[in-house]
């Protein structure tokens, strides 16, 4: 049992160091920046289109011109990296998810439309089937509904050669398939993309916070059954610190815990156990969370993103995925 030493007080006086702006600037521990945030931005085909996400106040799909301009939006703010998730139009939707694989999707239009105007940005593109596909899932489905894991894995494969062509700078397979992050490395180092990073989902939980960015790609009304025979049971932790050795194994650059807040348990525990880049996905549900609260006067927003992104740094994270990214990059500019 750890011992303490004798009460102190008042030669020690925590509050001390609390007294003045000044000093508790000087004391923390942790400072966000506009560089920790990676920002998702979800495309839709079109031009000069703007489409706000109703479950996702303050969040729109921009056709790839616009995409273009918030990506030149994001480097002036010093946000380094961008996430990109695309809506597929739904006659280009299949059971096999084929699109996925279309070099002129609008995944690949997105990237390299971004990275011709903005070449120091970069782009971390998600690997998963569920915005291609009629059924809503991550896969390739057999007759019985279940998510086929080996046969999923070679076509995201293709999918992620694809996105690396286009110019890619980090392939982040968010399917959760075994084995994948290998087979990934494997087919992008044969190709000659040896400097494509790959940012594993490893922990990935099946979550309830999904909800607004499946509204996002068009996939919530789609979607049959849930996700739970490949996403993590929420009741798991040292599960998943297995899932991030595997990854790490294989080859992941860095890993990703998701959901975010409700999970800076495991974050701690990856950042404890590895030490390796860990960053976590601020996911919709948690964003429309703190845009509720707001809006009804619950909490201050401004503080609120900044509390809850300064709680992913104390938990370890070497930086965060968050929709509040440009927010919180204009409170930290100021
Ligand atoms: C899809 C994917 C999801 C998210 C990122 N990639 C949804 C899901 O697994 O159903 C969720 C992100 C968010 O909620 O903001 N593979």
């Not at 494997?186 to 990073?197: K, M």
């Not at 068009?218 to 040292?238: H, T």
Request: hydrophobic share 45%.
């Amino acid at each position: 049992m750890p011992t303490f030493p004798a009460p102190a007080y008042p030669a020690i006086r925590m509050r001390r160091t609390r007294a003045s702006a000044w000093s508790r600037a000087l004391h923390a521990e942790h400072r966000l920046s506009p560089a920790d945030f990676i920002w998702p931005l979800f495309i839709t085909a079109g031009k000069q289109t703007q489409e706000p996400i109703a479950s996702l106040p303050g969040v729109s799909r921009w056709s790839v011109d616009l995409a273009v301009a918030r990506a030149k939006d994001a480097a002036s703010a010093g946000i380094p990296c961008l996430a990109l998730f695309p809506n597929t139009e739904a006659d280009r939707r299949s059971d096999d998810g084929a699109e996925a694989l279309n070099p002129d999707n609008l995944m690949c239009q997105a990237i390299r439309a971004i990275k011709d105007a903005v070449p120091d940005i970069g782009l971390l593109t998600d690997v998963a089937l569920d915005p291609y596909t009629v059924h809503g899932q991550d896969g390739l489905l057999d007759e019985a509904g279940y998510v086929v894991n080996d046969a999923t894995v070679d076509v995201l494969i293709g999918q992620s050669l694809n996105q690396a062509a286009a110019g890619a700078d980090i392939i982040a397979p968010s399917d959760m398939m075994d084995g994948r992050i290998g087979a990934i490395r494997e087919a992008l180092e044969a190709e000659g993309h040896a400097n494509v990073q790959i940012m594993a989902y490893a922990a990935k939980y099946a979550s309830a916070f999904y909800g607004p960015f499946r509204d996002a790609v068009g996939s919530r009304g789609l979607l049959k059954g849930d996700k739970k025979n490949y996403q993590m049971d929420p009741a798991n932790g040292a599960e998943a610190l297995r899932e991030v050795a595997l990854d790490l194994a294989e080859g992941a650059d860095s890993v990703m815990v998701k959901p975010g807040l409700p999970y800076l348990d495991i974050v701690a525990r990856v950042k404890d156990a590895f030490d390796v880049p860990v960053f976590a996905y601020q996911v919709s549900g948690e964003y429309a969370m703190i845009e509720a609260a707001a809006a009804v006067g619950a909490g201050d927003r401004d503080a609120l993103i900044l509390e809850t992104l300064t709680a992913f740094k104390r938990a370890g994270c070497t930086g965060v995925l968050t929709y509040h990214a440009m927010d919180a990059a204009r409170l930290l500019n100021g």
